[in-house]
Nanobody
Framework: QVQLVESGGGLVQPGGSLRLSCTDSGRFFMSYTMGWYRQAPGKERELLARITSGGSTNYADSVKGRFTISRDNRKKTANLQMNSLQPEDTAVYYC????????????WGQGTQVTVSS
């Protein structure tokens, strides 16, 4: 089973950086593509970035060049480095584990708040 816990959110000034981490306490981290999503008030949840177990990545246009997703399979963590943050990046950020095998289900973390404000 997968259990995801996010950390690293908080308040940051425009132009600043934050690093989010997602730790899986389960046993099968390597079998999942890890993703980061966010949801701002009144908006739908938005996919930001994904990274496969082999390290292939893809990004939403809105964060390309500013955000970097990475993973450490030994530590069972997935990270999101966020640079040049702007007020429109304010949202609750969620970690997701999407199975790379047939028949699995995906898992979500509880979310961490990121607020960009001066």
């Amino acid at each position: 089973q997968v259990q995801l816990v996010e950390s690293g959110g908080g308040l940051v000034q425009p132009g600043g950086s934050l690093r989010l981490s997602c730790t899986d306490s389960g046993r099968f981290f390597m079998s999942y593509t890890m993703g980061w999503y966010r949801q701002a008030p009144g908006k739908e949840r938005e996919l930001l970035a994904r990274i496969t177990s082999g390290g292939s990545t893809n990004y939403a246009d809105s964060v390309k060049g500013r955000f970097t997703i990475s993973r450490d399979n030994r530590k069972k963590t997935a990270n999101l480095q966020m640079n040049s943050l702007q007020p429109e990046d304010t949202a609750v950020y969620y970690c997701n584990a999407d199975p790379e095998f047939a028949g699995g289900i995906d898992y979500w973390g509880q979310g961490t708040q990121v607020t960009v404000s001066s």
